[in-house]
Structure formats: C-alpha cells, structure tokens
C-alpha cells in the first residue's frame, strides 16, 4: 500500500531563517505531488505541484520555492522565512492520470518567530 | 471561474442526530467531487468521491454523498452522529483550468458534536 511522509512534524523558526521541508511517497510511482498551505481559519492554498522529477509548477508567487529531486521525493523550502510564511504544510500525492484522488501526509507545523 | 463553495463554516449537531455538511460547485463538465475530512493537527483523509454513474456513493466511517447535477450540489450526509465525527470537512472538486490532477478545495466546514 501506499504511504505519505512529512518531516519534521513541527518546525519552530526565526524570521530570516531558511526553511526545507520533506516530504517522500512510498508505494507508487511517478506520481504527482503537491504542496499546500493552511493557515489559521482558512481553507487550503495549493502552492506548488510537480508532475515529474525536476518538473515544479508554482501557483502563487511567494517567499517559497520547490524542487522534486527524485521521482517519489518533494522538497518545500525558503531562503528566509517571513512572518506569513506561519501555517501548516500539507503534502499530497495522486496517481499521474489526472484523474484520481490525492493523499495527504500528516502534515508540518511551521512557526515563524 | 470554477469554484466549490461550502456555506456553513461551523455547525454544531448532538450526538446520534442526523448530519448534513453543504457543498455546492460550479463547472459546466460533469465535476469530480470529493470529500475529505480533517481532525485537528492531522492532514486530511479523503471520505468519499464521485466521478460518474450512481449519483448517491458511499464512503468511509459511515458517510454518504449525492450529487445532485441540477441544484450543482454534492452534500455529505450520516443518519447519526458520533463524537468521533467533531472534525473540519472539506469538499473538493477536479480543476478543469489547471493542471491535470489538480483540486479545487471549498475553505471547510467545522463539526462540533454536543454530548
């Protein structure tokens, strides 16, 4: 079966700091792989999708960026953090049909001081 | 612009009453619907999803949803509540505009459940 990991769980950092998120897929390949955002109160901000290694197409232009260097591994990272950039990350994955569900991770935690 | 919407951004049910969470969507193609369900400090699990024939699927934990294509809708439904159920709900739909697999998330329902 097929499994989501994100680390770390939770993330507590001072502003200027830089940011790097995992998140690995067991079980599938060559799926597609999402980042997104939730903030405090509100719905969910998909920020960046990848369809293919070293394939990242940016939704909203922000302090972050994303890399895919390898096909079941999304990384999430900032070179400095902002206040804004608090929330919880959420990593997901689908099947690469287009056509499918996605899965997500349990999530990380991210506190900007 | 396509769009799921949920109008209810809190609702409060005893526990064993019947629950109905609202979502509504716009698309001018048959839509793929989804429901998922988040508890707090988790990430979401997907309850159910529609994609085409039988309007009324059956999901996890004992939830339902119909699609109705003439009221755009696609409510989530369970004849009795448990405790267990308090969490955030989210509907989601397939985003025809974007890339292929992308969702388009309503911005949630919270459930509390009175004892």
């Known amino acids: 079966s097929q499994t989501i990991h994100q680390w770390p769980a939770t993330l507590v950092q001072p502003v200027g700091s830089p940011l790097s998120l995992e998140c690995t897929v067991e079980g599938t390949s060559n799926p597609n792989l999402y980042w997104y955002r939730q903030a405090a109160g509100r719905g969910l901000q998909l920020l960046f999708y990848?369809?293919?290694?070293?394939?990242i197409s940016s939704e909203v232009p922000q302090n972050l960026s994303a890399s895919r260097p390898q096909d079941r591994q999304f990384i999430l990272s900032s070179k400095k953090l902002l206040l804004s950039d608090s929330g919880f990350y959420l990593c997901?994955?689908?099947?690469?049909?287009?056509?499918?569900?996605?899965?997500f991770g349990p999530g990380t935690r991210l506190t900007v001081l | 612009a396509q769009s799921v919407t949920q109008p209810d951004i809190h609702i409060t049910v005893s526990e064993g009453a019947s629950l109905e969470l609202r979502c509504n969507y716009s698309?001018?193609?048959?839509?793929?619907l989804f429901w998922y369900v988040q508890s707090p400090g988790q990430g979401l699990q997907l309850l159910l999803k529609y994609f085409s024939g039988d309007t009324l699927v059956q999901g996890i934990k004992g939830f339902e949803a119909e699609f109705k294509r003439s009221q755009s809708s696609f409510n989530l439904r369970k004849p009795s509540v448990h405790w267990s159920d308090a969490a955030e709900y989210f509907c989601a739909g397939r985003d025809y505009g974007g890339s292929q697999g992308n969702l388009i998330f309503g911005k949630g329902t919270k459930l509390s459940v009175k004892p």
């Open positions: 990848s369809v293919g290694i070293g394939q």
């Open positions: 698309y001018g193609a048959t839509p793929y």
């Open positions: 997901a994955w689908s099947g690469s049909s287009g056509y499918n569900e996605q899965f």
